[in-house]
């Protein structure tokens, strides 16, 4: 990108992926328009490098995990997802009641960058909580490496990638 690009000069990036050229474009002073087929994608890659609040971000989370209570009466499932997946076998029940309290309680929040930062977070330790072990290949379950409450891992996450997203220059962003 370097080589083929100047500074203030726009940079295409068709599959973006999670956004590191989105992030090493700002960093280098030029702005970037990513695309890519994969919705998650998109969302990480807008996250990495859409500004944030970090005061408003670090309040959003105090609030999101103040007096969480998890119910089982919330739909841990998005809609449309098959009934045949039987979630007890990825996750520890206490763990499956704090995912689905953690998700219902973020709808709460208006659309804001900080909301999707939040989200990502979300996103991103739920395979690390789960049942499932790190080992490559098959999946492997493993009650041991299960964390019952996703909450302080969730708490670092955000507030490591806040830390990241702080750092961005303030200039043009895509």
Same mark, same amino acid.
């Given at each position: 990108?370097?080589?083929?690009?100047?500074?203030?000069?726009? +940079?295409?990036?068709?599959?973006?992926?999670?956004?590191?050229?989105?992030?090493?474009?700002?960093?280098?002073?030029?702005?970037?328009?990513?695309?890519? +087929?994969?919705?998650?994608?998109?969302?990480?890659?807008?996250?990495?490098?859409?500004?944030?609040?970090?005061?408003?971000?670090?309040?959003?989370?105090?609030?999101?995990?103040?007096?969480?209570?998890?119910?089982?009466?919330? /739909?841990?499932?998005?809609?449309?997802?098959?009934?045949?997946?039987?979630?007890?076998?990825?996750?520890?029940?206490?763990?499956?009641?704090?995912?689905?309290?953690?998700?219902?309680?973020?709808?709460?929040?208006? /659309?804001?960058?900080?909301?999707?930062?939040?989200?990502?977070?979300?996103?991103?330790?739920?395979?690390?909580?789960?049942?499932?072990?790190?080992?490559?290949?098959?999946?492997?379950?493993?009650?041991?490496?299960?964390?019952?409450?996703?909450?302080?891992?969730?708490?670092?996450?955000?507030?490591?990638?806040?830390?990241? +997203?702080?750092?961005?220059?303030?200039?043009?962003?895509?």
């Amino acid at each position: 990108m370097l080589q083929h690009s100047a500074p203030g000069d726009a +940079v295409l990036d068709p599959m973006c992926g999670s956004g590191t050229t989105a992030v090493e474009a700002l960093l280098n002073d030029r702005a970037c328009d990513g695309l890519d +087929v994969n919705p998650l994608a998109t969302l990480l890659g807008q996250v990495k490098t859409t500004p944030v609040d970090a005061s408003h971000a670090r309040s959003m989370l105090a609030d999101w995990l103040r007096d969480l209570c998890p119910d089982p009466g919330v /739909d841990a499932l998005p809609a449309g997802w098959p009934p045949s997946v039987d979630i007890s076998r990825f996750f520890l029940p206490e763990t499956t009641a704090w995912l689905k309290a953690l998700r219902a309680r973020l709808q709460d929040f208006g /659309d804001c960058p900080e909301k999707e930062l939040l989200r990502v977070g979300l996103l991103g330790i739920v395979r690390k909580v789960s049942r499932a072990t790190s080992q490559q290949g098959r999946l492997f379950m493993d009650v041991d490496s299960a964390e019952p409450d996703p909450r302080a891992r969730l708490e670092r996450t955000i507030l490591r990638n806040l830390d990241a +997203v702080a750092r961005l220059p303030r200039g043009r962003h895509p």
